[in-house]
């Protein structure tokens, strides 16, 4: 499809794991954002790729949470250790320039650490 | 403090009109936004207003930006049960490319 696509939509895990979530944003897109929703809440910024690098990071949590986007596309978040915490859905977003383009977001990946 | 606030809930009847408001934090956002975002679905842009503007109509959404008092509102002429979901203000920041959104309006439509 043409919108953005996030992998997989759920994901269970145990405490400690490490788990990866991958977005592929709308082609051509040079802006990619991850966000964190938990329930009841506005989506949190976590961090922003201006093409392949990290423009601003200042959102994650912690040095659990990283994130990449090697060939400028396709962007995984990685969580290592994993704690009930992290439970949340992870939404990502991409525009055509960052900055003042809209952005369009993916259906998310819900993860559930028990 | 980056809070972007908005009233938790709205309950309309269908045909009615809705207003959700929202009060932003930083006087030199360029762009803000609307979203939508219906139950297990990711998040929908609706639309959105550049700062030098103070109104923008499209089809039932009518935006209002009110700068001077850091103030925007949606308004949803003839609100029907498919509008029930929860709606997010978001501001862009001027020195960031950071998308900042507000804790969410509960729209509830019953007939």
């Known amino acids: 499809g043409a919108g953005v696509s996030q992998t997989p939509s759920n994901k269970v895990t145990e405490k400690g794991k490490y788990v990866e979530l991958r977005c592929d944003p709308i082609s051509g897109h040079t802006a990619l954002y991850w966000y964190r929703q938990s329930l009841g809440q506005g989506p949190e910024f976590l961090i922003y790729?201006?093409?392949?690098?990290?423009?601003?990071d200042s959102g994650l949590p912690n040095d659990r949470f990283f994130a990449v986007r090697p060939e400028g596309s396709v962007s995984t978040l990685k969580i290592q250790r994993t704690e009930r915490g992290d439970s949340a859905v992870y939404l990502c977003?991409?525009?055509?320039?960052?900055?003042?383009?809209?952005?369009?977001f993916g259906n998310g990946t819900r993860l559930t650490v028990t | 403090g980056e809070d972007v606030e908005q009233s938790l809930f709205l309950s309309v009847r269908e045909g009615d009109s809705s207003v959700i408001n929202c009060t932003y934090t930083d006087s030199s956002s360029t762009y803000l936004y609307w979203y939508k975002q219906e139950p297990g679905a990711g998040l929908q842009l609706l639309t959105y207003?550049?700062?030098?503007?103070d109104m923008k109509q499209d089809q039932r959404l009518t935006v209002l930006l009110n700068k001077k008092d850091k103030h925007l509102s949606l308004r949803i002429a003839d609100t029907q049960t498919g509008d029930s979901a929860i709606y997010f203000c978001?501001?862009?920041?001027?020195?960031?490319?950071?998308?900042?959104f507000g804790t969410g309006t509960r729209l509830q439509v019953f007939p």
């Open positions: 977003a991409s525009s055509s320039s960052g900055g003042n383009s809209p952005l369009h």
């Open positions: 978001a501001e862009i920041q001027l020195n960031t490319d950071k998308l900042i």
């Open positions: 207003i550049f700062s030098n503007m």
């Open positions: 790729f201006q093409g392949t690098g990290a423009a601003d």
